[in-house]
């Protein structure tokens, strides 16, 4: 992987975390915690 696209990468990724931050605040009235977030990953996973 060139460079050029790990930098293409992370900057989509920041970009599609900053996105997911307004939905939170948005939906929920803040945003998420490192935890929240875990605990609705395996919520979803298990109910998968």
Do not use: Q
């Amino acid at each position: 992987m060139s460079r050029d696209n790990l930098g293409e990468i992370i900057r989509r990724s920041m970009e599609v975390r900053r996105k997911y931050r307004e939905l939170e605040v948005l939906h929920h009235g803040s945003e998420w915690t490192v935890e929240g977030d875990a605990l609705a990953y395996l919520t979803d996973a298990g109910l998968a």
